[in-house]
């Protein structure tokens, strides 16, 4: 696990299926359900949508709509820090591989794209709304995004063997079609890839030139977010 400043910061990931707090800078990681946050403790926040700064301008799938994530999820104060969830898996996937550079994908509820190199979020909200991937209308309001396809909302459970290699294909598509999404490195994490390790694989086929990989997220947490929302507040600590 990549070095932490030493102090203790509340790590709370919102997500379709569910909210997840980590806590962070204790000896161990502490897994907690729901949105858990002690008295004095930081608290950061990783939340789909589109991000600005305090608030969350849109999240389709959460229904939030200039919302202040602290105040849906009735917690005392606001967040000292708040990422976008995917932004925020893909600064915590390149902190655990010692700052890599590479392209996110997030597959849950929703898709979440994000690109990192030198240990920043240059590119954000990727992926998962745009494109011509089908017919369908998308809950962002748009017809044929990624997330018609690839997301757990539009997919039957359990996943056939076919439309497994379908969303592959798809993602696979629209990574290649991302002009930013051009390191050599995919991370496939999220939901659907927990449940279905044959995704990742599928994936890799599917993008013969890339490495693609899976998250390196300790067992028991949602994603990488809390090391990424840690690794951001310490950054703007720093400055």
Same mark, same amino acid.
């Given at each position: 696990?990549?070095?932490?400043?030493?102090r203790?910061l509340?790590c709370?990931e919102v997500?379709?299926?569910?909210?997840? %707090?980590?806590?962070l800078g204790?000896?161990?990681p502490?897994?907690l359900?729901?949105a858990?946050?002690?008295?004095?403790?930081?608290?950061?926040?990783?939340v789909?949508?589109?991000?600005e700064?305090s608030?969350v301008?849109?999240?389709?799938?959460?229904g939030?709509?200039d919302?202040?994530?602290?105040?849906?999820?009735?917690l005392?104060?606001?967040?000292d820090?708040?990422l976008?969830?995917?932004?925020a898996?893909?600064?915590g996937?390149?902190?655990?591989?010692?700052?890599? /550079?590479?392209t996110y994908v997030?597959?849950g509820?929703?898709v979440?794209?994000?690109?990192?190199?030198?240990g920043?979020?240059?590119?954000?909200?990727?992926?998962?709304?745009?494109g %011509?991937f089908?017919?369908?209308?998308?809950?962002?309001?748009?017809?044929?995004c990624?997330?018609?396809?690839?997301a757990?909302?539009?997919?039957?459970d359990?996943?056939?063997?076919?439309?497994?290699h379908e969303?592959?294909?798809?993602v696979?598509g629209a990574?290649?079609?991302?002009?930013?999404?051009?390191?050599?490195l995919v991370?496939?994490?999220?939901?659907l890839a927990?449940?279905?390790?044959?995704?990742? %694989?599928a994936?890799? %086929?599917?993008m013969?030139?890339?490495?693609?990989?899976?998250?390196a /997220?300790?067992?028991g947490?949602?994603?990488?977010?809390?090391?990424?929302?840690a690794?951001?507040?310490?950054?703007v600590s720093?400055?």
């Amino acid at each position: 696990m990549p070095a932490l400043s030493g102090r203790q910061l509340a790590c709370v990931e919102v997500g379709g299926g569910g909210i997840e %707090t980590v806590l962070l800078g204790g000896p161990v990681p502490v897994v907690l359900p729901g949105a858990q946050v002690p008295p004095g403790l930081p608290l950061l926040m990783a939340v789909p949508g589109l991000i600005e700064g305090s608030r969350v301008l849109a999240a389709s799938n959460l229904g939030w709509f200039d919302a202040d994530p602290a105040e849906e999820l009735g917690l005392a104060a606001p967040a000292d820090l708040l990422l976008n969830d995917a932004a925020a898996a893909a600064l915590g996937e390149s902190a655990l591989r010692g700052g890599a /550079a590479l392209t996110y994908v997030g597959l849950g509820t929703g898709v979440g794209g994000a690109v990192v190199r030198d240990g920043i979020v240059v590119g954000a909200n990727l992926l998962g709304h745009g494109g %011509t991937f089908s017919a369908l209308l998308c809950p962002c309001g748009r017809s044929g995004c990624l997330e018609t396809v690839a997301a757990g909302w539009a997919l039957p459970d359990p996943l056939p063997a076919n439309r497994l290699h379908e969303v592959a294909a798809a993602v696979a598509g629209a990574v290649n079609a991302e002009p930013l999404a051009a390191a050599p490195l995919v991370v496939v994490a999220g939901g659907l890839a927990r449940r279905h390790p044959a995704l990742v %694989t599928a994936v890799q %086929t599917a993008m013969p030139d890339r490495v693609v990989e899976p998250s390196a /997220a300790p067992d028991g947490v949602k994603s990488a977010a809390a090391w990424g929302l840690a690794l951001a507040y310490e950054q703007v600590s720093v400055e």
